[in-house]
């Protein structure tokens, strides 16, 4: 007998609802709108369109369908109408032209009633800038979405505290968006979007004003909530790579048009132009990859709070046999090896200074991977990722360089 | 003598034109007698307000006052300045005049309130709003003071309304302005959040654009009261009491002594609202 366990793919296959739908979507910015219109169907491009008529060509003719759960990217670089294209579907930006379905209902056709309704009960959006309300509280910021459909109080809270639980924020419902860092500010602004359990999610740019470690781990917890969750969501992207790691489908856009859409595997293998193909040539990973792009979180001890005997157990808990020590500044000191921490422990010893070795491999985080290669192969300590200030940002470790030079995000969907 | 090119054209008979329409609008006498007695009638009750509070009471109120709002960050100096300056309004003998100065200031600050930030709103809303109101703004600014009590005086008779009436069309501006400003300044992702979320005008405009542009509407309520505060020796010419009163009279009787005395309680009550106000507009958090 042979059993075959059914992938993810497979089971989107199986169940491939339509749930967005959208047809001859076209945004024509400024005047002279039918004059662009002719000329784009001509086959005129953005900038010609632009010379000849003043207008400015935000999508042109978008054709697409987004299936139940899954992920999907619409990619390109800044002025290629992704931005524009998100916020037709839910209507912030009245399209010109064509029409959007979303479960079958034609959203172009509903009045602003109709349309508030789709607003809070269907889709949320995440903004770049987060969008959060400086003068709410976080779990006030959570609630707003349940708070303008007439929710009461008690239950609101509920599910605003729920939310904020599902994206990992919890005990800072007191305090305002300024006292937060970006990473966490973001994951407030998917907790309001998650509050109100929309079964679409717009997200635009929503990681990319996040650093890199934040940025990785925001996506590793979007695949997570996801993988509970099960929502439709609509990914804005400008970074290929984040494009392919948590894309089901990704569509590549370019001068208000769609280049092409497809699986991650379709697009790397059949790239549809020159331009998609030089996309992912960009990609081409060792030359794109900085330190700060695989850098992983280190396991650091604070020199002016922990001894031996704290260091030990930290080094215990998170099953490492390096850490990594620092100042309250978080600037790098040096490393220390598990042995030495243990013989200081039954040496009944109470500083770590002497075991500290000072010697560790640092760089920055522009730093190309590339650069670094033969360094790290070399080197047994994994090497520091500092900053200017010599500030600790990351390591990284030998396996992470190689899974990324190898394609890791790639090859999941292989 | 005038040139040859001008003397061919007529003169525009500009002032009797304006004069005529006072003259037409007089014969509203109903609709600007109710306005007089419903400007007249919150005039009175502060009045009567402050005439019933004792001033011993009068001046622990207000430090009170200042002490609450300053709660998290106390200001310890403007109590003290509070408490000797008002004192010293007592002693000089000018206690009825201040709060008639100060009626006239809240009376006049309060009407421009609350024609002032929805006009505010509504000039951040539309932009034909804006465009008519913007000239009208600044026509009322600049025109000099002094001619709004002309027709003030036609309308409203004399006393304390007609100066309120100057006073709210001179310090009105602005509240609509910075209203405005502050609306217009709330950054377009908190907007486009608002509306994503199904907010409906009314939801957004109470929940996002207010609270947000309430620094600067608070800003614009300041002034407005400081610029009726500077109204308050014009309006006195057309008899509304006060201590613009004292003050005009001093130099109708070339007595710098009274004048600067006068002088100097204005200026004490006005650090008194402006510091009161300012205090409102800072922003408080909950822990």
């Known amino acids: 007998m042979f059993i075959s366990i059914p992938r993810m793919g497979d089971l989107m296959s199986t169940n491939k609802s339509t749930k967005v739908e959208v047809k001859n979507l076209t945004k024509i910015f400024g005047k002279h709108i039918n004059k662009a219109k002719e000329l784009s169907r001509q086959g005129k491009d953005k900038s010609e369109i632009l010379k000849e008529t003043g207008a400015t060509l935000g999508v042109d003719r978008a054709n697409f369908k987004i299936y139940n759960g899954e992920i999907f990217v619409i990619m390109g670089l800044s002025g290629s109408g992704k931005s524009t294209l998100v916020r037709m579907i839910n209507r912030l930006i009245d399209p010109t032209d064509g029409e959007i379905l979303i479960d079958g209902e034609n959203l172009m056709k509903m009045d602003k009633k109709e349309l508030r309704e789709v607003r809070r009960k269907k889709m949320s959006m995440v903004f770049q800038s987060f969008g959060l309300l400086p003068n709410r509280t976080i779990l006030e910021n959570a609630e707003y979405g349940l708070e303008i459909q007439g929710v009461d109080k008690d239950t609101r809270e509920k599910k605003a505290k729920e939310a904020l639980e599902t994206v990992g924020i919890t ?23 998650l509050a109100n359990d929309p079964e679409i999610l717009l997200m635009d740019e929503a990681f990319s004003a996040l650093d890199p470690l934040n940025r990785t781990d925001m996506q590793d917890q979007l695949l997570d909530i996801q993988e509970r969750l099960h929502k439709t969501i609509i990914f804005i992207s400008h970074d290929l790579n984040e494009a392919l790691k948590i894309g089901d489908r990704i569509m590549i856009m370019k001068d ?16 549809a132009d020159e331009y998609v193909e030089e996309f992912i040539e960009n990609v081409d990973r060792s030359k794109v990859l900085t330190a700060g792009n695989v850098m ?26 390096t850490a990594y020590i620092v100042n309250a500044e978080r600037k790098l000191l040096g490393v220390v090896d598990a042995n030495d921490v243990i013989k ?3 040496e009944k010893k109470g500083d770590i200074t002497p075991i500290i070795q000072t010697k560790v491999p640092t760089t920055e985080e522009d730093t190309p991977i590339s650069d670094l290669m033969d360094d790290i192969s ?17 390591i990284i470790v030998r396996g992470a360089v190689l899974g990324a030079l190898a394609g890791n995000e790639v090859s999941d969907f292989e | 003598m005038n040139s040859l090119l001008l003397g061919s054209i007529p003169q525009i008979p500009l002032a009797h034109c304006i004069d005529n329409f006072v003259d037409w609008l007089v014969q509203f006498t109903g609709f600007f007698n109710a306005i007089t007695n419903f400007i007249g009638s919150i005039n009175n009750a502060f009045q009567w307000l402050f005439d019933i509070i004792p001033i011993w009471l009068f001046i622990v109120l207000v430090i009170a006052l200042t002490y609450y709002v300053n709660r998290d960050q106390q200001n310890w100096g403007l109590l003290i300045f509070e408490f000797l300056g008002l004192l010293l309004i007592w002693n000089l003998d000018y206690w009825r005049d201040m709060t008639q100065t100060l009626t006239l200031v809240l009376t006049s600050s309060l009407i421009a309130l609350v024609i002032g930030i929805p006009l505010g709103i509504l000039m951040a809303k539309s932009h034909t709003a804006e465009i008519i109101l913007k000239p009208i703004l600044d026509f009322m600014q600049t025109m000099p003071a002094f001619v709004y009590l002309i027709p003030a005086v036609a309308l409203f008779g004399i006393g304390m309304v007609p100066g309120i009436v100057a006073s709210v069309i001179f310090a009105m501006p602005p509240t609509v302005r910075m209203t405005n400003m502050g609306i217009r300044e709330v950054p377009d992702e908190l907007i486009e959040a608002a509306d994503s979320f199904g907010s409906t005008e009314w939801q957004k405009l109470f929940k996002v654009e207010l609270p947000i542009a309430k620094t600067s509407l608070m800003a614009g309520v300041n002034q407005s ?8 020796v014009i309006a006195s010419m057309i008899g509304a009491m006060g201590l613009g009163t004292k003050v005009y009279f001093a130099v109708g009787r070339n007595d710098a002594g009274n004048g600067f005395s006068a002088g100097l309680a204005i200026v004490i009550l006005a650090i008194i609202l402006d510091r009161l106000t300012q205090s409102l507009t800072r922003t408080r958090r909950k822990n």
């Open chain 1, 344 to 346: 200081l422990v039954r």
């Open chain 1, 256 to 271: 208000a048009r769609v280049i092409q859409t497809g699986t991650p595997e379709d697009i790397l293998t059949h790239p």
């Open chain 1, 296 to 321: 992983i979180r280190p396991m650091t001890v604070n020199i002016e709070k922990a001894g031996p005997r704290l260091t030990l157990k930290m080094m215990k808990a998170n099953e490492v046999s």
């Open chain 1, 378 to 394: 070399q080197t047994g300590i994994p090497f520091a990722v500092i900053n200017d200030k010599k500030q600790l940002k990351g």
């Open chain 1, 171 to 193: 005990g800072y419902n007191d305090e305002y968006p300024d006292q937060l860092s970006g990473g966490m500010q973001q994951r407030v602004g998917l907790a309001r979007a």
């Open chain 2, 225 to 232: 009261m400081m610029l009726s505060l500077s109204m308050v």
